[in-house]
């Protein structure tokens, strides 16, 4: 005879399974790595550098 399975145990790690599994589809389909975010931040803080730099006096 096998042994009894405590079923609320069982659905709650199947539903942490598949939020998991979905997670990191999300992470492939939106992620960035750090570092991309760091050099998209870098490059805008340059771009602002630049026009505040060009800007005209009155």
Known sequence: ???PINL???RKSRARAEKKARAEENSVKFGRTKA???VQKAQ????VRFLDGHKREP
């Open 1 to 3: 005879m096998n042994t």
């Open 36 to 38: 991309e975010k760091d």
């Open 44 to 47: 805008a803080d340059k771009t």
């Open 8 to 10: 609320n145990k069982a």
